[in-house]
């Protein structure tokens, strides 16, 4: 493989550097999964279930506030460089934590200021981790990192919560913390292992900086003016506003209302993220992703239909297999969705195109959940379903009539040669744009 794709990379789960990545990604998202059911706990233990409501609003509301900021600094900084503060910011709390729970009975302040401060930094980790994947591989092979990546945030959200129930058990709220604080301290040696490529596209190229505010508004603009980014980011939030959380919150309730219980409902949320699984180990697999745009769009008009089933079935056989099938599906849509962002946009913005889209995402997701149970409760589970169908529907309809957005393309693996982005434009690479993409160089640790 050479340095700019003049023969064909090597495939990404092959890439010892993307393997790195992705082993300190999985440590990372683990640690978080076993630091947020320690909290809940810890919470819960302390001052009661309604209380343990407010220690996650504390820690949902700052990363929702600041999650454009993160976006901000992840362009500003680079993203290596604030993901690993991120990890060892988070390893030095989570093991003061664990200290202070050892030491002393944890009162809910605490607990509120640990919550507080992860928030703060779940803010300018997320754009960070999503502005990296370009800097890691070939641009003919970010499907597969996004495949891969997908595989194993459905393996973390698996094995997390069984390593929290066992670290729980044997060591307590502070010995989860820090069996957590562990994982983030491996994450940050394995990203110090990583080695960043050069900006592709042009972006090398310095840019003057101004403020945070005037770098975030040059952001938001420069989605706005994308004649492909700023439907795709549209479409990306519809597709996840539900399935961020809010879609769990209703299975709980659909199988209590009808009657299959903790059982069905635990079989539904493993269908789904067997499902989610599949799609991921796929991707990963592929040779390639033919007319990208159009078949996000077909899987999430698969989507909508599979989450309109699922909430009108009375067989919980019938309701496990639409939950598989909407788990791969809209893990397909993630994983292309994620990797035509990272396609499309200039390096130089990725950070705060990825906090836009993470915003819509994840960091929106608690004002949801209020709506699931006021709408089961009014109308019942098939049609907070259906809503959530609707929405699905709603973006891939949006996908499939946006001209740019449906006919938009994956880079094909062994494509001789790049090409340079200009606002929403595109050029064959050059040898002027490879010198300049080489002055990327001095920017390989960021």
């Known amino acids: 493989m050479t340095a700019h794709g003049a023969t064909a990379a090597a495939p990404a789960y092959r890439d010892l550097n993307v393997l790195r990545w992705l082993a300190a990604y999985t440590a990372s998202v683990v640690g978080d999964v076993m630091y947020f059911l320690a909290l809940t706990w810890s919470a819960t233990r302390a001052a009661g279930p309604s209380q343990a409501g407010f220690v996650i609003t504390a820690a949902a509301l700052p990363r929702a506030l600041l999650m454009l900021g993160g976006g901000v600094v992840a362009d500003r900084f680079g993203p290596r460089r604030v993901a690993m503060v991120s990890d060892a910011t988070r390893c030095l709390v989570i093991l003061a934590a664990a200290a202070a729970v050892l030491l002393t009975s944890p009162g809910l302040w605490l607990l509120v200021a640990v919550a507080a401060v992860f928030g703060v930094l779940d803010a300018v980790f997320m754009p960070a981790v999503g502005a990296l994947p370009p800097r890691l591989t070939a641009a003919e092979q970010l499907a597969r990192v996004q495949g891969m990546r997908g595989l194993s945030l459905r393996l973390s959200n698996f094995a997390g919560p069984l390593l929290a129930g066992a670290a729980l058990a044997l060591g307590g709220e502070a010995g989860t913390f820090a069996v957590a604080g562990l994982l983030f301290a491996v994450s940050l040696v394995l990203l110090l292992t990583v080695r960043m490529r050069p900006l592709p596209h042009g972006g090398g190229e310095r840019t003057e900086r101004g403020t945070a505010r005037r770098e975030l508004t040059d952001g938001l603009r420069y989605i706005r003016r994308h004649r492909t980014l700023a439907p795709l980011v549209t479409v990306v939030g519809l597709s996840e506003m539900c399935f961020s959380g809010p879609v769990a919150a ?197």
């Open 250 to 446: 209703g299975l709980v309730l659909l199988a209590d209302e009808r009657g299959w219980g903790t059982v069905g409902m635990g079989w539904i949320a493993s269908a789904f993220s067997v499902g989610g699984a599949a799609a991921g180990l796929l991707l990963t697999v592929s040779v390639r992703v033919p007319r990208a745009g159009a078949a996000m769009s077909g899987a999430l008009f698969v989507t909508a239909a599979g989450t309109v089933a699922m909430g009108h079935t009375v067989s919980l056989p019938s309701a496990v297999l639409f939950g598989a099938l909407t788990g791969l599906t809209s893990g397909i849509t993630m994983a292309v969705s994620g990797a035509l962002i990272q396609t499309e946009a200039d390096p130089r913005y990725l950070g705060r195109v990825t906090s836009v889209t993470t915003l819509g995402t994840l960091g929106l997701a608690p004002v949801l959940f209020p709506a699931v149970g006021v709408t089961v409760e009014r109308w019942g589970a098939a049609a907070f379903f259906t809503g959530c169908g609707g929405i699905c529907l709603l973006a891939a309809a949006l996908a499939i009539t946006v001209p740019a957005l449906r006919r938009a393309e994956l880079r094909v693996p062994g494509t001789a040669g790049r090409t340079v982005e200009q606002g929403s434009e595109r050029r064959p690479f050059t040898a002027g744009a490879e010198a300049r993409a080489g002055a990327g160089e001095r920017d390989r640790d960021r």
